[in-house]
């Protein structure tokens, strides 16, 4: 049997849609938490502190449950195939959403956050990787940056639909999109660059130990964890807790929903833009660098603009640039795939983007300790927290290789 087939040169194929249309309704999904956070909550009866400290444990019951997802759908993607996890995590995390319309208290609401998130990890790990496998050498940077683009959009769609909808409707739309979603996926099939090392001998496919065999390996995919972390700092934190910054600081006008549509335009606008510089130049290290220092000088304009109270436009607009700056998303995950052999790229990518979003779980709890141990200010310990990201985020984007044309038909030993 022929199992390599002729792969893709044009950006618009079918690989590219059905991973663009998965992470679309992925990131609106993820991201309709954020979004629907204080709404939601204050229809089950929590008011003041409450908010914030239900709104943080709820997300780091979605993280954890990402965290969980992306051991298992990465492991599942490299011995069962892509397309299988894709099935999965679609029909898991739609069910949830369904049943979050339901909810009426906290607990019952964190349990099924959790179970979204365990859907939620296997769709961006599996479709990128269905991209990277299916599309030229020259080409694939451009299927992976209009994926990126779509998740973008798909955050984009979700702050839309939470600021114009009831949160239990959106809930429901969110858990009806992605049931329609897996109608349309039924008849996709794995790439063969894939099926031809399932069919090898002697291949050790989604082994999570194999990651640790050797220290290069090791030091290599922790460092990829480290660079998306700042990402989920950005939108699960700072974003995430603008308008508690803005009632602190006396700043009108700040709503959830604000912050998070103009860093989502601001993450869409970067992807396309870090995407196409990285075609343009050949190079995906140098862009990667160049955008995460931007995230970074956007970030401290952002704190300064509350410790100086420089006023809602300042603040919308430097919302919109840190998005920018943590636009290196789209050659982020592309760098991922192309850094690790085709036995391992799913478990690769599907676990560093879930750990990396899981990174709020320490991350919270972590700014929560500083504040109420030091008595560091909301702010304070949100800077705090920020240096301990960016600093080794930044070390590790120095020091991994650059991949650009790399071939990816190989495996790790």
Not at 209 to 214: G, N, S, V, Y
Request: charged content about 15%; proline content about 3%; glycine content about 12%.
């Amino acid at each position: 049997m022929e199992l390599q087939e002729k792969l893709y040169t044009h950006p618009l194929n079918k690989a590219v849609v059905i991973a663009g249309l998965g992470f679309f309704v992925d990131a609106f999904d993820l991201l309709l938490f954020n979004v629907l956070r204080i709404p939601s909550l204050k229809d089950l009866g929590l008011t003041g502190d409450q908010l914030t400290r239900s709104g943080e444990f709820l997300l780091s019951m979605q993280m954890l449950g990402m965290i969980v997802g992306g051991i298992i759908s990465g492991m599942m993607g490299d011995r069962r195939g892509r397309i299988s996890v894709l099935y999965g995590s679609i029909l898991l995390y739609s069910l949830a959403n369904l049943a979050n319309a339901w909810v009426t208290d906290v607990e019952t609401y964190a349990v099924i956050r959790f179970l979204a998130g365990l859907g939620l990890a296997g769709e961006l790990g599996a479709g990128i990787t269905l991209v990277s496998e299916s599309m030229t050498i020259e080409r694939r940077g451009y299927g992976t940056i209009l994926v990126a683009v779509l998740g973008a959009l798909g955050a984009i769609a979700a702050g839309m639909a939470g600021d114009f909808l009831p949160w239990r409707t959106t809930y429901i739309i969110a858990g009806i999109a992605g049931l329609i979603l897996l109608f349309f996926r039924m008849t996709s099939l794995d790439p063969g660059m894939y099926r031809k090392v399932k069919a090898a001998p002697n291949v050790k496919r989604g082994s999570f130990t194999l990651l640790f065999a050797t220290k290069e390996r090791t030091l290599r995919y922790i460092g990829f964890i480290l660079i998306g972390v700042p990402v989920w700092y950005c939108v699960g934190m700072l974003i995430n807790l603008s308008p508690e910054l803005a009632q602190v600081y006396g700043i009108e006008g700040i709503r959830p929903v604000t912050c998070f549509m103009l860093f989502q335009v601001g993450i869409a606008s970067g992807d396309l833009s870090s995407g196409l510089l990285s075609q343009r130049l050949k190079t995906r290290k140098k862009i990667l660098i160049a955008f995460m220092l931007g995230a970074f000088v956007a970030v401290a304009s952002y704190f300064a603009g509350f410790y100086f109270m420089l006023g809602f436009t300042w603040i919308v607009a430097t919302a919109f640039l840190v998005g920018f700056g943590c636009g290196f998303m789209s050659i982020f995950v592309t760098t991922t795939a192309e850094s690790f052999g085709t036995n391992l790229r799913v478990t690769v990518v599907a676990t560093v983007t879930n750990f990396m979003r899981g990174a709020i779980t320490l991350l919270i709890p972590l700014r929560m300790w500083l504040q109420h141990t030091f008595g560091f200010s909301l702010l304070h310990s949100l800077v705090l927290v920020g240096i301990l990201v960016f600093v080794p985020a930044l070390y590790a984007s120095f020091s991994i290789k650059d991949t650009y044309g790399k071939p990816m038909d190989y495996v790790e030993e």
